[in-house]
């Protein structure tokens, strides 16, 4: 089983920015797509950026469009989130797996607060 570890998420006012990353045991990270989700207490885990195993498409929920971009660099096994120009309503604990109906066990995520 692929275990992941998400990182680089806090506490950060409104118009800020974060870089989120993701680290995956395992090499067949390399040939899977790869997803950003988040989630706030009482709702579903939400799909925000999508990336293709090889990095040369992405694609964006339109609540984040223009302002998040998603990476990954293979080689260390691991996805990026740069978040931009947050707001209130980022706020949530946001993890990286699977782009696909087939996902791996979720890693304990990143908390993200941003605050007005």
């Known amino acids: 089983q692929v275990q992941l570890v998400e990182s680089g998420g806090g506490l950060v006012q409104a118009g800020g920015s974060l870089r989120l990353a993701c680290a995956a045991s395992?090499?067949?990270?390399?040939?899977?797509?790869m997803g950003w989700y988040r989630q706030v207490p009482g709702k579903q885990r939400e799909l925000v950026a999508g990336i293709t195993s090889g990095g040369s498409s992405t694609n964006y929920a339109d609540s984040v469009k223009g302002r998040f971009t998603i990476s990954r660099d293979n080689a260390k096994n691991t996805v990026y989130l740069q978040m931009n120009s947050l707001k209130p309503e980022d706020t949530a604990v946001y993890y990286c797996?699977?782009?696909?109906?087939?996902?791996?066990?979720w890693g304990q995520g990143t908390q993200v607060t941003v605050s007005s």
């Open positions: 395992s090499i067949i990270f390399r040939i899977k797509p």
């Open positions: 797996n699977q782009d696909s109906r087939t996902i791996w066990a």
